[in-house]
């Protein structure tokens, strides 16, 4: 047994080796990106901060295995060779809030998060690009299941009212839009707007979801009281949250963060256009009335829940037209060929969405309006 363990440390330095030259291959698995573990292996030998961070052993051999990725991040997964504590690699692909350090405004929100005990540690963040050309947060490696709309309402009220009470104090680094509603209708304006302009744009999808634009004006002009900011997610689909029943349960993968209000967090969860997107599921009223229900009892009067439901229901509008617009940007990228979209199920998702059935569905509950057509089923 000792001498299969040592020929086996030694084979790993030789892939090591190899990944700082690159000059061989080791039968390392690649990842979804092109990306290839090899040089991520090599990246945290090589690399004198991260040594230092991580508390590394000089050139010890670290097996790094590939995870799925995402649209902007590239995720690895490797075990310490000293505590045996699993940790994450990410690799920041690009930006959705068009950042130029997205990799580290991610990890600082992180950082500020960190006393929510619902958000991963950051434990080495390297912004400079100079290794992969992109940037590389390692964190902590947290375990858990992906959220059951119809297990754990509960328990994402609770993930959330803790996250949203981190106190967000002057200087906090985070962007601020100054009409978050506002804000959202803007970003969906630049996506719908690649959909307007493809050549094979449908005339109903326009008619339609213009008039879904005019709603959403008007909802976003209403008077209201400036709500107190908080940290807020902007981006909370079932798989985001990490479930343990008998544990703490997390929220994770903070590509988005703003300084924002919570009602969006609330509405972007509770979405028809977020819960159908994973799973088969759609909200009823009263799953959507026990889960608020649920979040104020977990808040318990730890922040001002003023005009909560009010405002809940304006972002409700306002994310379901984002989740359109996406839908019709990224189906006109797909079929004029300037992007494709990940896989048949998410294309499927995608053409579910722009098809009759969801959007009078939308129109109906969201929006007001009264197309003829029914609900996805739940």
Same mark, same amino acid.
């Given at each position: 047994?000792?001498?299969?363990?040592?020929?086996?440390?030694?084979?790993?330095?030789?892939?090591?080796?190899?990944?700082?030259?690159? =000059?061989?291959?080791? *039968?390392?698995? +690649?990842?979804? &990106?092109? #990306?290839?573990?090899?040089?991520? %292996?090599?990246?945290?030998?090589?690399?004198?901060?991260?040594?230092?961070?991580?508390?590394?052993?000089?050139?010890?051999?670290?097996?790094?295995?590939?995870?799925?990725?995402?649209?902007?991040?590239?995720?690895?997964?490797?075990?310490?060779?000293?505590?045996?504590?699993?940790?994450?690699?990410?690799?920041?692909?690009?930006?959705?809030?068009?950042?130029?350090?997205?990799?580290?405004?991610?990890?600082?929100?992180?950082?500020?998060?960190?006393?929510?005990?619902?958000?991963?540690?950051?434990?080495?963040?390297?912004?400079?690009?100079?290794?992969?050309?992109?940037?590389?947060?390692?964190?902590?490696?947290?375990?858990?299941?992906?959220?059951?709309?119809?297990?754990?309402?509960?328990?994402?009220?609770?993930?959330?009212?803790?996250?949203?009470?981190?106190?967000? =104090?002057?200087?906090? *680094?985070?962007? +601020?839009?100054? &009409?978050? #509603?506002?804000?959202?209708?803007? %970003?969906?304006?630049?996506?719908?707007?690649?959909?307007?302009?493809?050549?094979?744009?449908?005339?109903?999808?326009?008619?339609?979801?213009?008039?879904?634009?005019?709603?959403?004006?008007?909802?976003?002009?209403?008077?209201?009281?400036?709500?107190?900011?908080?940290?807020?997610?902007?981006?909370?689909?079932?798989?985001?949250?990490?479930?343990?029943?008998?544990?703490?349960?997390?929220?994770?993968?903070?590509?988005?963060?703003?300084?924002?209000?919570?009602?969006?967090?609330?509405?972007?969860?509770?979405?028809?256009?977020?819960?159908?997107?994973?799973?088969?599921?759609?909200?009823?009223?009263?799953?959507?009335?026990?889960?608020?229900?649920?979040?104020?009892?977990?808040?318990?009067?730890?922040?001002?829940?003023?005009?909560?439901?009010?405002?809940?229901?304006?972002?409700?509008?306002?994310?379901?037209?984002?989740?359109?617009?996406?839908?019709?940007?990224?189906?006109?990228?797909?079929?004029?060929?300037?992007?494709?979209?990940?896989?048949?199920?998410?294309?499927?998702?995608?053409?579910?969405?722009?098809?009759?059935?969801?959007?009078?569905?939308?129109?109906?509950?969201?929006?007001?309006?009264?197309?003829?057509?029914?609900?996805?089923?739940?």
């Amino acid at each position: 047994m000792a001498i299969d363990e040592t020929a086996s440390r030694q084979a790993k330095r030789t892939c090591v080796d190899a990944a700082l030259g690159a =000059s061989e291959t080791c *039968g390392a698995p +690649a990842s979804p &990106d092109g #990306l290839d573990p090899r040089e991520v %292996e090599a990246y945290l030998v090589r690399n004198t901060a991260a040594r230092t961070a991580l508390d590394l052993p000089e050139r010890a051999p670290i097996e790094v295995r590939p995870l799925a990725r995402g649209e902007y991040n590239a995720n690895f997964s490797f075990v310490h060779p000293v505590t045996g504590r699993k940790l994450l690699f990410r690799v920041n692909l690009g930006s959705q809030m068009h950042l130029d350090d997205q990799i580290g405004y991610e990890a600082h929100a992180l950082t500020l998060l960190e006393p929510s005990g619902r958000t991963p540690r950051v434990l080495f963040v390297d912004s400079s690009k100079s290794y992969f050309g992109k940037g590389v947060l390692v964190e902590e490696w947290l375990d858990g299941r992906p959220l059951s709309y119809d297990a754990d309402l509960d328990v994402a009220a609770e993930v959330l009212a803790d996250v949203h009470d981190v106190a967000l =104090s002057d200087g906090h *680094g985070l962007v +601020a839009p100054d &009409d978050p #509603l506002g804000a959202v209708i803007d %970003e969906c304006e630049a996506m719908f707007r690649v959909y307007r302009r493809w050549a094979g744009a449908d005339r109903t999808t326009l008619d339609r979801i213009g008039r879904l634009f005019a709603h959403a004006r008007k909802v976003a002009c209403e008077p209201r009281v400036p709500a107190h900011r908080h940290i807020v997610s902007t981006e909370l689909n079932s798989r985001n949250f990490l479930i343990n029943e008998r544990g703490t349960s997390y929220l994770v993968d903070w590509e988005k963060p703003v300084a924002g209000e919570v009602e969006q967090d609330l509405a972007h969860f509770l979405a028809p256009t977020t819960t159908f997107w994973k799973t088969e599921t759609v909200l009823d009223a009263r799953d959507v009335d026990r889960f608020i229900e649920a979040y104020e009892h977990a808040v318990a009067g730890r922040f001002s829940l003023a005009s909560l439901r009010d405002r809940t229901a304006a972002y409700l509008t306002i994310t379901c037209l984002r989740g359109l617009t996406w839908c019709a940007m990224a189906y006109a990228q797909h079929r004029s060929g300037e992007r494709s979209v990940a896989d048949a199920y998410t294309l499927g998702k995608v053409e579910s969405y722009l098809g009759d059935p969801f959007l009078s569905f939308v129109e109906r509950e969201f929006f007001g309006l009264s197309p003829e057509g029914g609900a996805p089923r739940r």
